[in-house]
């Protein structure tokens, strides 16, 4: 059976090195940071809201799924500007609320960008698997195997902790301790819920690691990887394809605009 | 004897202490990038040996050894040794007591040892120091003037959760591999090599590990240590948490690897692993060694230690509650004498039939005296007529994620049962157990005490007020920081919804039961620790107590408001024989009085010999239940063990 987590079809992102990919949406989230334009920024999340439904690998549903809360992210990005900014050119007030024809567009531009930041960390995250990862970074980027293996040891160990709050849940609920609400059922959750799941994460963290231990695992030392991560053609690849992605979008800013607007920090 | 120990503890605090600044030192350099552990033997010196050099007076009066079938060390020449103590001591830090106090012990190569005595008697810290791990990989300081480790050990755990740090099974193995710095041409033959020899046979190396059963879990940590190539074999408790299928087969892959090499075992439950042990070391509860020898003669002579320290050796069940036929009539004058609500009549085997209401009704009038206490609401009130069924289910099916999980036909509790529901792991047992709480949806007729509610809030308050649940770990039962609290608690939260019932609270008002009935359920909430063999623990916090203790104060926190039914999820599993006699000794005395006890169980000795009713469940559905031939109204059919006073 498949795990929701687990692509339908692989592409030139998956195949890429994680490592490498990392740094370019690194790259991707900085240049997306330094657009001022609002056209710019609408395409922008526009080629990478279609590329995150062509290149991840997930049926539509799915990569819909994932994406609707990008809706929630739109407009909380931007209604505060929209609501809140300043302008000159008043469209409407009430109260402490003007909405002015700048502060409408910058808080459409602040909505695009969250988007498009949005689109690409999932699109990184959809196309990568963590083993993958950190195997990459171990051997391409010098990262300490110390923290690359004890980050996958606690990834494996976090279904645990979901399915130990589910038995204490029923456990509370049994002794007629569960249901109490109100703000005292609120003051007791951290004591009731926290400290038995910490007290047994803590337990296990340790036996992991002493486990990890006899198995030789020693940082300091020469070791090899099960997963090569080597750099090839994928990589290449998935470089043109998002500069592909972001000079498309530029293009169509400046030959095709929607807004029409200049630079979002000065009088658009 | 006990001055001259505690002579030496002081004598010998200036020298640990030392010794832990060294270690400090050691870590900085390990930090300025020296290679850590480089040479373990070489480490081993540098423990060894006392600052000053001169060997301490307590080698001298060294208490005699029981048995004297250890050659003297000077005899053997230390290769022949996989591994090898000589004057071992050890503390943890922030302990008073010296876990071990001149400790000796050789292992022969290719020697099968098997380490037992009772719990906290440093078996497990033992088996680290043999192998290696301590000091090597925690630090605790140790001294001995000779400490030998084989080259390379494996070591197996207990649980079968925390082994791994990947996901998968063939990333897990190759894990090894990588440590080992194997080339990744030669990972696949030797993880397909272990697998097999550990008799995994997976469609897929790579499958989840979270997709494993716990029994396979545990025989991939073993194939993933053979990967180590390791001389000596060290496990530790392997199969206390293991169903009895998974214990089988861990032991077989186990006794399949360890031809050639030293194998040495701590473990509770040695019935699989006595025929094939060479030795059997016995360490008394302050570390020292009892017993030293060949499982034949030791097993006749320290019986009774080894019941004491709560070790499942064969035959614990027969002597714990007699014979197939001997100790029954022994065990009913036992607890008459003790006047426990026996009423003469021991087991009467043709009462395999309904027994009639009569049978029953002194049975629920001898209630332990003072247990109608005051202030405990009137959930109590309504004990069913004696006879009529305490639990009744029709067309009974729970249901989890929109599918059946568990499903039932008809069934029926009463008064005086104590049902075992067996099956197979993940048949839905435990699923049964959180459908008749009302924790889980269900389908059909549940009716406690001839009350069917309708709707899951009402279920699950019915199920509240009927039955009381006990869940695998206590640790999450515990709702509050002190022992006595967590009784009181169950009967608290019972007076405060009766208080509720009867008049609306008002905005938030909580009604609070008076003082009167605070002293009440404070005295009952003591009364039934001390029931428990609790008494004197009432401040502590249930963290703090042993494991036994633990399970006897989560069941002590359900049963305290008298409900009739009483339902478990495994309560003996991962348990010591002791604890495990105590908690089934618990049950029986509850059943005896009346009430009804329905546990999971993979102990089979338990259906056999105690329940009234076998509930068997396989595939999602209750496929039988059959009486055995115990009588519901029989008296409490307890313990030997229980007799000997607990802890």
């Keep these: 059976m498949k795990r929701f987590f687990e692509p339908s079809y692989t592409t030139w992102l998956h195949r890429a090195n994680p490592a490498l990919k990392l740094i370019l949406f690194v790259a991707l989230f900085v240049m997306t940071m330094f657009v001022h334009h609002i056209d710019a920024s609408f395409y922008l999340a526009c080629a990478f809201l279609l590329l995150l439904f062509v290149c991840s690998g997930y049926p539509l549903w799915k990569t819909a799924l994932l994406t609707a809360g990008f809706a929630l992210v739109f407009v909380s990005a931007s209604l505060t500007m929209i609501l809140f900014g300043k302008g000159a050119e008043i469209w409407w007030s009430f109260g402490p609320i003007h909405i002015s024809k700048e502060s409408f567009y910058r808080g459409l531009h602040l909505g695009f960008r969250s988007i498009a930041f949005g689109c690409q960390g999932l699109l990184f995250v959809l196309t990568s698997s963590s083993t993958g990862l950190f195997y990459a970074l171990m051997q391409r980027l010098k990262l300490s195997p110390k923290y690359a293996y004890s980050f996958m040891a606690s990834i494996r160990l976090l279904p645990m902790v979901g399915e130990e709050l589910r038995i204490r849940r029923e456990a509370l609920a049994v002794r007629g301790a569960g249901g ?31 486990a990890m231990e006899v198995k030789r695992f020693d940082a300091g030392r020469r070791r090899t990887y099960y997963y090569p991560s080597p750099v090839t053609a994928n990589d290449a690849a998935a470089l043109l394809l998002l500069a592909a992605a972001v000079a498309a979008a530029f293009l169509l800013a400046r030959n095709l605009p929607v807004f029409g607007l200049g630079d979002m920090r000065m009088d658009p | 004897m006990k001055k001259a120990a505690m002579d030496i503890a002081i004598e010998i605090e200036p020298g640990l202490e030392t010794k832990r600044g060294k270690e400090a030192g050691r870590e900085a350099k390990t930090k300025a990038g020296e290679p850590h552990g480089a040479a373990p033997d070489a ?18 009066d060294r208490e005699a050894e029981g048995e004297a079938r250890r050659q003297p060390p000077e005899a053997a020449a230390s290769e022949e040794y996989a591994a090898e103590v000589r004057a071992l001591r050890l503390k943890f830090p922030g302990t008073q007591q010296l876990l071990f106090r001149d400790l000796s012990l050789e292992i022969r190569r290719g020697e099968k040892v098997l380490l037992l005595g009772p719990s906290g008697c440093g078996k497990s810290t033992l088996l680290q120091v043999l192998g290696g791990v301590i000091p090597r990989v925690t630090e605790v300081p140790l001294k001995a003037e000779r400490l030998t480790v084989p080259d390379s050990a494996g070591l197996v755990f207990q649980d079968p959760d925390t082994q791994f740090c990947m996901s998968y099974v063939d990333e897990e193995l190759a894990f090894v591999l990588e440590n080992l710095a194997v080339p990744r041409g030669e990972m696949d033959a030797r993880i397909e090599a272990a697998l097999r020899e550990v008799g995994l046979d997976l469609p897929d190396r790579h499958m989840p590990i979270g997709d494993l059963s716990q029994g396979m879990k545990q025989r991939l940590a073993l194939a993933s240590v053979l990967l180590l190539e390791p001389d000596a074999l060290l496990l530790d408790e392997p199969s206390a948490l293991l169903d009895p299928e998974g214990r089988r087969t861990i032991w077989e892959a186990v006794r399949r690897v360890s031809a050639r090499r030293t194998v040495i075992i701590v473990e509770h439950r040695i019935e699989e692993v006595l025929h094939w042990v060479d030795r059997i070391v016995l360490l008394r509860s302050d570390g020292s060694i009892l017993a030293d020898g060949a499982p034949a003669g030791l097993f006749g002579r320290y019986r009774a230690e080894l019941r004491e320290y709560g070790v499942w050796y064969p035959g614990a069940w027969d002597d714990a509650y007699g014979g197939a036929e001997a100790g029954a009539a022994d065990l009913a004058a036992e607890n008459a004498r003790r006047g426990a609500p026996a009423d003469g009549e021991a087991e009467s085997p043709a009462g395999t039939q309904r027994p009639g209401g009569e049978a029953n009704a002194p049975r629920m009038a001898a209630r332990p005296a003072g247990r109608a206490a005051p202030g405990g609401g009137e959930a109590r009130g309504e004990a069913p007529a004696a006879g009529a069924p305490l639990l009744r289910l029709r067309d009974f099916r729970v249901r989890r994620g929109g599918r059946t999980v568990c499903a039932a036909e008809a069934a029926e509790v009463l008064p005086g049962d104590l049902i075992a529901l067996v099956g197979p792991n993940g048949a839905g047992k435990s699923s049964l157990l959180l459908g008749l709480m009302g924790l889980l949806a269900h389908e059909g007729v549940c009716e406690f005490g001839g009350i069917a509610p309708a709707g899951r809030r009402a279920a699950r308050e019915t199920a509240a007020k009927h039955a009381a649940f006990v869940f695998q770990n206590p640790e999450f039962q515990f709702v509050t920081n002190r022992a006595l609290d967590e009784v009181a608690f169950t009967l608290r939260s019972e007076a405060e919804r009766a208080l509720r019932a009867g008049r609306r609270p008002l905005l938030g008002r909580r009604p609070k039961p008076d003082a009167a009935a605070e002293s009440g359920m404070l005295r009952r909430s003591r009364g039934e620790l001390a029931r428990f063999g609790l008494a004197g623990f009432e401040d502590r916090h249930p963290y703090l107590l042993s494991l036994g203790q633990k ?16 339902l478990l999820d495994e309560p003996t599993f991962g348990q010591d024989a002791r604890n495990a006699f105590a908690i089934l000794d618990l049950c029986e005395r509850l059943r005896a009085s009346g009430h009804a006890v329905l546990m999971v169980t993979h102990e089979l000795e338990i259906a056999d010999r105690l329940a009234t009713q076998i509930w068997r469940i ?11 031939g115990r009588s519901r109204s029989g008296g409490a059919f307890v313990s030997l063990v229980s007799k000997e006073g607990t802890e």
């Excluded at chain 1, 109100?182 to 038995?196: I, N, Q, S, T």
């Design chain 2, 618 to 628: 396989e595939g999602g559905r209750l496929v039988s239940a059959e009486h055995t």
């Design chain 1, 180 to 210: 109490s609400s109100g703000l005292g059922g609120l003051l007791r959750l951290p004591e009731r819920y926290a400290l038995p799941l910490l007290a047994q994460s803590i337990r296990r963290a340790q036996r992991t690691a002493a």
């Design chain 2, 43 to 60: 480490d081993a010196q540098t423990q060894s040996g006392y600052p000053d050099g001169t060997t301490p007076a307590g080698t001298i």
């Design chain 2, 551 to 566: 399970r006897r104060l989560s069941v002590a926190s359900a049963v305290v408001s008298d409900k009739p039914l009483l």
